[in-house]
């Protein structure tokens, strides 16, 4: 009678037993598959980060480098290479993201490549900022030189003008007269316009050694009151040192050889057609206004 009691507790204390047992295993069973999805779930996140950020990468390194195309020619050969090497990455990339089935392994694999590429970056960055230093020091070579050039032009003008300045010729003693002309052909001073057949104005050409020898060539001109110019029988015209087109009263080439030479230039006319008022007197040597001046007629 005893020893049925004693089997049956035995019995009992058996399944007590295998139940903890079986608790255990569905414990350490349900705690290790949570454990397997939270790490796959912490490997797809960090897969789909490193897709992002190797992407974003990829264009922004491709931006930065081309902001500075266009500024040099040998600048823009080491964007060509840079462009070039980023494309071959941007494939590696694609086939591995097309061939490696591993998260994992792809995870690795992807972080490692946008590593290479923030060192290719570098790598560039570095290149362009020697290169842009030196183009600039290039720059600043060329600026100093043609600077230098332009010094050296602008004191050649000067004394190439100053030489030009000191060779014009002058004029002085610059004498004016109005006449009547006779019966018997001969003239006698008058100062009324109605009455004056001609206008002289005679004057020297001063001495200038550095002037040039040769034949040289004296104008006169005259304006009337009324603005016009008197015009000689020749109506001779010139370009002026400024470019403009004037007409003269009275030319004449002169042979000079750098010493002083007294010459007269009129304006004639058999009829007496002058007017009263002030007339203006120019005279000019090879196209230069040398003197001007001012005289009345009643």
Partial sequence: MTTQPKQNQSTLI????????????????YNSHSTTVVN???????????????????EGVSLELEKYRGIAGNLDTLLNDATDKLAAQ???????????????KLNKALNAK??????????YLEKIDILLAENQA?????????????????QKNLLEGKVLKASQLK????????????????????????RTNKIDACFTIMDNKIAPAGDKMAYLVITAPNGKPLLGFTKAEFKSSEGQTVFATATQKVNYNGEKQDLCLAYENDERILESGTY??????????????AYILR
Avoid: C, P, W
């Fill in 280 to 293: 203006t007197i120019e005279i000019y040597m090879e196209g230069s206004l040398v003197h001007q001046s």
């Fill in 114 to 123: 946008l590593d290479e590429l923030y060192k290719l970056r570098d790598e």
């Fill in 171 to 194: 004029v002085e003693y610059v004498k004016m007269g109005s006449f009547k002309k006779k019966g018997n052909g001969k003239y006698s001073e008058s100062v009324l316009a109605k």
């Fill in 40 to 58: 796959h779930g912490m490997v797809v996140d960090s897969l789909d980060n490193a897709i992002v950020n190797i992407d974003r990468e990829l």
């Fill in 138 to 154: 290039l720059k600043n070579e060329n600026a100093a030189l043609t600077s230098s050039v332009n010094d050296l032009n602008d």
């Fill in 90 to 104: 941007e494939a590696t990339i694609k086939k591995l993201r097309s061939t490696e089935k591993n998260s994992s």
């Fill in 14 to 29: 058996l399944l007590l037993l295998l139940l903890i047992t079986s608790l255990g295993v569905n414990i350490y069973q």
